[in-house]
């Protein structure tokens, strides 16, 4: 069975860091998250930035690059045999990028983007498209649209939260219900949706601590997969630190939300 068979019969999990930080780094999280994933008996893709370009502010440390990014998610694969994941920013990237990476990720952002979703539609890839926090679900069948007119089929949709005001985000679960109906596997990013954008002055904030909520509601509307970002110590993160799940939380955190609640 192929990943993207994987991901339609079975809950998937997307987790890992926000950001490559090291090599070191990604590693460990790699073999413990997948441990957690094995153990819930859940479809793994692990999950690392090797450049954040939409960072709040132009200072904010963005990644490892390209070359150096892709060389650790390679070794991510040949280590532990996990499929991988990253954001893409730019359609010139996609054929490098798919050259190791299993699904591209598309920021919310630039859902968007027609040539990136092209560009990565005709890569051959799995392409998760993370709804902007300006549009509504049903609105998502255009981004649909224009990977398929690529003749790519293999979509994952994810929901992370709209913003209604400044620096705050708010899931309206019926985004969920409503993208479902594409006939594609819909995710719940957890952890981007605690965020508060720009709310730090020059850096997003975030409450954690709702992770676990969002979590068992989306499960309970029926999402396929859930993101979530894990840190060993999110407090010291270089990039998304106040939504970042603690490592020592977070298999507690999917049994009492995921695990519990999903249909």
Same mark, same amino acid.
């Given at each position: 069975?192929?990943?993207?068979?994987?991901?339609?019969?079975?809950?998937?999990?997307?987790?890992?860091?926000?950001?490559?930080?090291?090599?070191?780094?990604?590693?460990?999280?790699?073999?413990?998250?997948?441990?957690?994933?094995?153990?819930?008996?859940?479809?793994?893709?692990?999950?690392?930035?090797?450049?954040k370009a939409n960072r709040t502010s132009v200072t904010s440390?963005?990644?490892?690059?390209?070359?150096?990014?892709?060389?650790?998610? =390679?070794?991510?694969?040949?280590?532990?045999?996990?499929?991988?994941?990253?954001?893409?920013?730019?359609?010139?990237?996609?054929?490098?990028?798919?050259?190791?990476?299993?699904?591209? =990720?598309?920021?919310?952002?630039?859902?968007?983007?027609?040539?990136?979703?092209?560009?990565?539609?005709?890569?051959?890839?799995?392409?998760?498209?993370?709804?902007?926090?300006?549009?509504?679900?049903?609105?998502?069948?255009?981004?649909?649209?224009?990977?398929?007119?690529?003749?790519?089929?293999?979509?994952?949709?994810?929901?992370?939260?709209?913003?209604?005001?400044?620096?705050?985000?708010?899931?309206?679960?019926?985004?969920?219900?409503?993208?479902?109906?594409?006939?594609?596997?819909?995710?719940?990013?957890?952890?981007?949706?605690?965020?508060?954008?720009?709310?730090?002055?020059?850096?997003?904030?975030?409450?954690?601590?709702?992770?676990?909520?969002?979590?068992?509601?989306?499960?309970?509307?029926?999402?396929?997969?859930?993101?979530?970002?894990?840190?060993?110590?999110?407090?010291?993160?270089?990039?998304?630190?106040?939504?970042?799940?603690?490592?020592?939380?977070?298999?507690?955190?999917?049994?009492?939300?995921?695990?519990?609640?999903?249909?």
């Amino acid at each position: 069975m192929n990943l993207y068979d994987k991901i339609k019969s079975n809950t998937f999990l997307i987790s890992g860091p926000c950001v490559i930080e090291s090599e070191a780094m990604v590693m460990n999280l790699a073999e413990k998250i997948s441990k957690i994933a094995d153990d819930l008996k859940l479809t793994y893709v692990f999950k690392a930035s090797f450049d954040k370009a939409n960072r709040t502010s132009v200072t904010s440390f963005r990644g490892s690059g390209m070359k150096e990014g892709l060389r650790i998610l =390679q070794k991510v694969k040949d280590t532990f045999g996990l499929p991988v994941t990253t954001d893409i920013h730019e359609s010139h990237q996609a054929e490098e990028i798919a050259s190791v990476v299993d699904v591209l =990720q598309i920021p919310a952002f630039l859902c968007r983007q027609t040539d990136l979703l092209l560009a990565c539609g005709n890569s051959g890839r799995i392409v998760n498209v993370k709804k902007a926090q300006f549009l509504s679900g049903f609105e998502m069948k255009h981004a649909v649209k224009k990977v398929e007119s690529t003749g790519n089929k293999q979509i994952i949709l994810t929901e992370r939260g709209t913003m209604f005001g400044y620096n705050n985000l708010v899931v309206d679960f019926r985004n969920i219900v409503d993208m479902k109906t594409f006939g594609y596997p819909v995710c719940m990013d957890v952890t981007h949706s605690t965020q508060k954008p720009g709310g730090l002055d020059g850096k997003s904030g975030g409450q954690r601590e709702y992770a676990i909520y969002l979590a068992k509601a989306a499960a309970a509307v029926g999402a396929d997969g859930f993101f979530f970002e894990v840190h060993e110590n999110p407090d010291e993160a270089m990039s998304d630190g106040p939504n970042m799940i603690p490592l020592k939380d977070f298999k507690k955190l999917l049994e009492d939300s995921v695990m519990k609640y999903k249909s």
